[in-house]
T-cell receptor, first 116, second 117 residues
Framework: KAGVTQTPRYLIKTRGQQVTLSCSPISGHRSVSWYQQTPGQGLQFLFEYFSETQRNKGNFPGRFSGRQFSNSRSEMNVSTLELGDSALYLCASSTQGGTPSTDTQYFGPGTRLTVL | AQTVTQSQPEMSVQEAETVTLSCTYD???????LFWYKQPPSRQMILVIR??????QNATENRFSVNFQKAAKSFSLKISDSQLGDTAMYFCAFMKPLSGQGGKLIFGQGTELSVKP
C-alpha cells in the first residue's frame, strides 16, 4: 500500500498570505490528523477529520482550518500567515478509533512551510 | 490534561550496544495507548512500537522493546544491537482514544539519539 502523501513538500510564503496544504491518506484510512512541528513548541495537534467532519480540534487560532473530501483526502489552510507559522506540518492517517491497530497513526513526510 | 515528558534531550550509543530512552506521562485515565515514533533526518515520522495500557506484557518489535510500568507511568524504549540507521529523534506519544471519536497524539519533546560507529 502507498503511504501517506503530502504536497507540496516545501513552501515559501510571505506574511499576510494564505496557504493550502494537501494530504492523501493511506488507502482505506478514513481519519486524517494534522500536527505542527516547531523547534520551540515541539509537535502539537491541530485537528482531525473523519468522514468529512472535524472530529477533534487542538488549541490553534481560527486562522488554521481544514477540510476533508469524500475520498478522505484532506486539506489544511492557514490564512493571514505570521512568521510564527513557519513549521513542519505533518499529516497522519488511521482507519478509525476504537482499537490500537486502528488508532495507530501513520505519518506523511510533511510540508515545510517558511514564512518570510 | 495529559502530559508526556522525555527527560533526555540527547543520547549517544556505540554501534551494536544497547540504549534505553526514558519517557514518563501523566494521566488519570485507565485505558490509553502509548507509542514510540522515530524521526530520522529525512523528517519522516516512523512508528517504532505501540503498547496498549490494558496489556501487562511489554511490547517487542525485533530489536526494539519497551518497559511499561503503568503504576509508575513510565514507558521506556530499549534498543538492542544499535545500528547506524537508528540515528534519529525519538518521540514518546500518548493517546486516549475516544470511542467513535478518534484520538489525538500527545508527544514528548523528543530524545535525539546518535549511534556512533
Amino acid at each position: 500500500k502507498a503511504g501517506v502523501t503530502q504536497t507540496p513538500r516545501y513552501l515559501i510564503k510571505t506574511r499576510g498570505q494564505q496557504v493550502t496544504l494537501s494530504c492523501s491518506p493511506i488507502s482505506g484510512h478514513r481519519s486524517v490528523s494534522w500536527y505542527q512541528q516547531t523547534p520551540g513548541q515541539g509537535l502539537q495537534f491541530l485537528f482531525e477529520y473523519f468522514s468529512e467532519t472535524q472530529r477533534n480540534k487542538g488549541n490553534f487560532p481560527g486562522r488554521f482550518s481544514g477540510r476533508q473530501f469524500s475520498n478522505s483526502r484532506s486539506e489544511m489552510n492557514v490564512s493571514t500567515l505570521e512568521l510564527g507559522d513557519s513549521a513542519l506540518y505533518l499529516c497522519a492517517s488511521s482507519t478509525q478509533g476504537g482499537t490500537p491497530s486502528t488508532d495507530t497513526q501513520y505519518f506523511g513526510p510533511g510540508t515545510r512551510l517558511t514564512v518570510l | 490534561a495529559q502530559t508526556v515528558t522525555q527527560s533526555q534531550p540527547e543520547m549517544s550509543v556505540q554501534e551494536a550496544e544497547t540504549v534505553t530512552l526514558s519517557c514518563t506521562y501523566d494521566t488519570s485515565e485507565s485505558n490509553y495507548y502509548l507509542f514510540w515514533y522515530k524521526q530520522p533526518p529525512s523528517r519522516q515520522m516512523i512508528l517504532v512500537i505501540r503498547q496498549e495500557a490494558y496489556k501487562q506484557q511489554n511490547a517487542t518489535e525485533n530489536r526494539f522493546s519497551v518497559n511499561f510500568q503503568k503504576a509508575a507511568k513510565s514507558f521506556s524504549l530499549k534498543i538492542s544491537d544499535s545500528q547506524l540507521g537508528d540515528t534519529a529523534m525519538y518521540f514518546c506519544a500518548f493517546m486516549k482514544p475516544l470511542s467513535g471519536q478518534g484520538g489525538k497524539l500527545i508527544f514528548g519533546q523528543g530524545t535525539e539519539l546518535s549511534v556512533k560507529p
